[in-house]
């Protein structure tokens, strides 16, 4: 076991033992769970600095959280409790297994745990059933919110994938990251990442430099994101040799991409016209991915997107598979989640 428990009535200084939490009448009478994790060390990882991970769960969940050495005591309302409890043992076992436990990721395991009411069946160290991932050598990226379970399972089932939704939501991270896991398990012998050049609202003019340095800005995102799923010499060796190849749409006219794993993000910004153009690039055993956040679009005044239009033309073709998130799915800040609904909520026409 990871952890034992004892409910009500503990005290650290005895050796912890376990046994079944009593019921509680109509379920929110104040409670007392108790973990005790047998490994200080990943139990100081799983609290994290200054006990930050903690407060966190603290916050979001309505429970008191009091440390003493490996000892956790949760007090709060029965279910919170219980709530919290899973968070922190599902979350120890991560740190057992050589993971590392950020804020994002407690973030993660609780919403997880309200969305599904168990995080993780109980099945050893290995992956669990029903909570997907993706793995490179890198990092193991676990889905945060069902939203991005379901996203994760798409891209698994289908060839060609949509993904819409407002910042924050993890759309192009997660398609990267797969990407990234599909190269190295030799299922594709190259990424094509895109995004179309278009300026957010400004008038940047002219841009010294050669075409690398011309587009470069537009398509940071996509680097910071191979960055952070692959090692860097294997990023730099990628781009090359080929194996990675990171583009502005206007590039991908007139080609066929097989083989490959091919992302579009910030589609939004696609034309009618350039949609169906990379569409129609997909080539023997490649797939593709195209995300973009509908309420974003710096397309000029009048022009249709072509993200919206090959969605209602595609989404029920075989083979497609379209995720949509909502600012319920936002995994940045939490004020960037706030943001997002007070955007929605003041330009609802904006929303798809």
């Known amino acids: 076991m990871s952890a ?80 919290a409890r899973k968070v922190l043992e599902n979350l120890y076992d ?47 990226i676990v889905a945060r919110t069902g939203a991005q379970d379901a996203y994760m399972r798409a891209l698994a089932r289908h060839e060609l994938v949509f993904a819409t939704g407002p910042a924050g939501t993890g759309k192009t991270y997660i398609a990267v990251a797969w990407a990234a896991a599909l190269i190295e398990r030799g299922e594709a012998d190259r990424i094509v990442l895109s995004r179309p050049a278009v300026e957010a609202g400004e008038r940047l003019g002219f841009l010294p430099g050669d075409m690398k340095e011309k587009v ?62 990379f569409l129609t690039r997909l080539g023997e055993n490649s797939r593709m991915i195209v995300t973009g956040d509908p309420t974003q679009i710096d397309l000029p005044p009048g022009q249709v997107s072509g993200l919206a239009e090959a969605i209602g033309l595609l989404e029920d073709v075989e083979g497609v598979g379209v995720t949509r998130f909502t600012a319920a799915d936002v995994v940045r800040h939490e004020l960037v989640a706030r943001i997002v609904r007070a955007y929605e909520g003041a330009h609802p026409s904006q929303n798809p």
Do not use: W
């Open 4 to 83: 034992e428990t004892i409910v009500r009535g503990f005290d650290p200084l005895r050796s912890p033992a376990s046994r079944q939490a009593p019921g509680v009448p109509g379920g929110a009478a104040p409670g007392e769970v108790i973990l005790a994790f047998e490994d200080n060390r990943h139990a100081s990882s799983l609290f994290g600095s200054h006990d930050q991970n903690l407060a966190f769960l603290e916050r979001r969940l309505g429970v008191e959280a009091t440390v003493r050495g490996n000892h956790v005591a949760l007090r709060g309302p029965v279910e919170a409790c219980q709530q």
């Open 216 to 277: 470069d800005p537009y398509l940071r995102p996509l680097y910071d994101a191979l960055y952070d799923v692959m090692p860097p010499e294997k990023v730099e060796r990628g781009m090359a040799s080929g194996m990675i190849e990171i583009a502005p749409l206007a590039f991908m006219r007139g080609r066929t991409l097989a083989n490959a794993i091919v992302l579009l993000d910030e589609a939004q910004n696609t034309s009618s016209m350039q949609m169906k153009m």
């Open 94 to 140: 991560r740190v057992r297994r050589g993971e590392t436990v950020a804020l994002g990721d407690v973030d993660g395991a609780i919403r997880m745990t309200t969305a599904q009411g168990q995080l993780f069946p109980s099945d050893g160290d290995g992956p669990r059933p029903g909570f997907t991932q993706v793995s490179t050598r890198k990092k193991t």
